[in-house]
């Protein structure tokens, strides 16, 4: 399949449409596309060369949206590094990829001696080399990598081509539907997959992106409730953010506010249920970096009827669940589809993540019931066995976070001289006791699932993208 170069067709095609909307100010596609191909040819005249590899260390806002399409309007890979990280994470990164030069918004961040580094404002002082532009895309053209988050071990630097990325948009879309009037709130990392793939999308639907640099809760519920947007991206503990935002203000969501996707680990029925009742028509989906974003999503006919499920497979995707065909049997996630990475870079590239049959392999634990509807139960990696019993956190999770006094919980296993591991819960709470919390969970969990100690904290262990780093409550204990 030949994939169109993205912002050159889109700006061909809808020039005068609002591509990108800032708090700085807005620009159509043919403005984004003029103004990333002048940058282009800057970072062309900074020795930057089709076919180079770029690691890119930016804000979330809209100079870093200018910047990435430049780079891909010069057949740059762009190597998307998390702003979070240390200096030494950064550098073992950068080194890892073997990437060509270090792209640095120097507003924000120092350079990193030692590396080959070229800074924003001095790009954007150079003279402009022309090159010849590519119109048309190789489908196995790599666009990103990105590093797992490190949740489970070593971070791996996934390949993210031209043709995943578009078979991703397009599943999205069959699925969501597109309008007019489509706008989408990004409040997501721009090096992560949830937020890099709404760049992606606004330019293969011709739809607007509103970018903020950081989540804001209260901008985001005036937003949906103004009825300036029509589609946004959470994970659980910012939907729950926005949702008592909602509920104090007595907010309710504007009818053009289609869809509230979710993602990012299993979410509470607790959240869902409140959200619902707010109007937010909620899409959980289920996805990762390995697949360029949603494998998986919940259709909003479906909502309620399966409230906990990720939904199906997305038009192009297939899931199944490893060593077993009866519905409900839980059993490791697998996923096959023309959005599923080729492989990785770096130190991993030997290392495959696909099996023989092409299905790569989650690491995360589900099931599909009777009408195929997926079921995210864990990872599997963070399970815990006591007495010979499985026990999976976010199942325990759920029930602390219908408590009305808790804000955040995370649950990890520790090691048991009687039951092998034991599961130990962290909670951010408002006011309530440790014998409250047990009485209120003794009702709703068997007594092997209770926590057997609780700790109380001001904040849980997060990556960039807000989700819950549970092999850092582990190193707590």
Same mark, same amino acid.
């Given at each position: ?37 002048e940058i282009s040819q800057q970072l062309h005249?900074?020795?930057?060369? @089709? ?98 988050s490190g949740t489970t071990g070593v971070p ?34 721009? !090096? ?30 005036? *937003? ?32 053009s506010f289609r869809a509230m996707l979710v ?49 199906? @497979?997305?038009? !192009? ?10 519905? #409900? ?83 990890? #296993?520790?090691?048991?001289? *009687? ?59």
């Amino acid at each position: 399949m030949i994939i169109p170069n993205w912002l050159y067709q889109r700006g061909k095609l809808t020039p005068d449409a609002s591509a990108l909307v800032s708090d700085e100010r807005q620009w159509t596609f043919g403005e984004l596309y003029k103004e990333s191909l002048e940058i282009s040819q800057q970072l062309h005249h900074a020795g930057i060369q @089709p076919g180079n590899r770029i690691a890119l260390l930016s804000q979330s806002n809209q100079q870093t949206v200018l910047f990435i399409h430049a780079c891909w309007l010069l057949r740059v890979e762009v190597v998307c590094l998390n702003s979070r990280l240390t200096e030494q994470e950064l550098r073992w990164q950068v080194e890892d990829a073997q990437a060509d030069f270090l792209l640095i918004d120097d507003a924000k961040f120092a350079i990193l001696d030692g590396l080959d580094c070229v800074t924003f404002s001095e790009v954007l002082q150079k003279e402009k080399k022309t090159y010849e532009l590519v119109k048309q895309w190789a489908e196995d053209q790599t666009q990103s990598i990105m590093y797992t988050s490190g949740t489970t071990g070593v971070p791996k630097g996934v390949r993210q081509t031209a043709g995943n990325h578009t078979a991703s948009a397009l599943a999205s879309v069959l699925n969501l539907g597109l309008t007019e009037k489509d706008s989408w709130l990004c409040m997501m990392p721009l !090096f992560h997959i949830s937020g890099l793939s709404i760049i992606i999308r606004s330019v293969i639907y011709g739809m607007e992106m509103r970018l903020y640099e950081k989540f804001d809760a209260k901008e985001a519920a005036s *937003q949906i409730a103004a009825g300036n947007v029509t589609a946004m991206s959470v994970v659980a503990l910012t939907l729950d953010q926005i949702v008592r935002v909602m509920e104090k203000e007595n907010m309710t969501t504007h009818p053009s506010f289609r869809a509230m996707l979710v993602g990012g680990g299993s979410v509470p029925l607790d959240y869902l249920e409140r959200a619902t009742a707010l109007g937010l028509p909620i899409l959980q989906t289920y996805g990762m970096t390995e697949t360029c974003s949603q494998t998986t999503t919940l259709g909003k006919t479906d909502a309620k009827r399966k409230l906990g499920s990720a939904g199906k @497979p997305l038009f !192009f995707n297939q899931i199944s669940i490893k060593g077993t065909d009866q519905a #409900g049997e839980v059993g490791e996630v697998l996923i096959k589809g023309p959005h599923v990475t080729p492989g990785y870079i770096g130190s991993q590239k030997e290392c495959s993540p696909l099996t023989e049959d092409g299905w790569l392999a989650t690491g995360d634990v589900g099931y599909v019931d009777e009408e195929g509807y997926l079921f995210i139960v864990d990872r599997r990696a963070d399970l815990i066995i006591s007495g010979g019993e499985n026990i999976y956190p976010a199942e325990i999770e759920n029930v602390l976070l219908a408590h009305p006094a808790v804000r955040e919980a995370g649950v990890c #296993g520790k090691e048991d001289e *009687q039951w092998g591991h034991v599961p130990v819960a962290f909670i951010v709470s408002e006011s309530v006791t440790e014998k409250e919390i047990l009485d209120f969970c003794e009702t709703r969990l068997a007594r092997y699932k209770l926590p057997k100690e609780i700790q109380f904290v001001d904040e849980l262990p997060r990556n960039a993208s807000n989700k819950l780093m549970r092999f850092e409550l582990k190193n707590w204990l």
